[in-house]
């Protein structure tokens, strides 16, 4: 986690970090890059900050579960794509 420096603001994003991975059956190793991006995007462009966390939880789990699927649709086991389009 590099973006935060606020110490309550690292243990926020941690702990989505670590709900993510829980949700998206992912290991928080996988996710914490993947969120780190999506955040770091949001936050360059974002004129209210507020709604970022919320914004980077949603995007990273759609990536998350979109790198889970086959072209079929179906869940592929333990796959991440890290290069999906985050924006």
Do not use: N
């Not at 709900?19 to 890059?33: G, I, Q, S, W, Y």
Request: a negative charge.
């Amino acid at each position: 986690m590099r973006t935060p420096v606020d110490p309550s603001e690292i243990a926020k994003h941690q702990r989505l970090i670590e709900l993510l991975a829980d949700e998206t059956h992912h290991a928080v190793e996988e996710v914490e890059p993947v969120y780190d991006t999506v955040l770091s995007r949001l936050k360059a462009t974002a004129e209210i900050a507020d709604f970022v966390p919320v914004f980077a939880w949603r995007r990273t789990r759609a990536v998350l579960l979109q790198g889970d699927r086959d072209s079929t649709g179906v869940r592929k086991a333990g796959h991440v794509s890290h290069s999906a389009d985050v924006r």
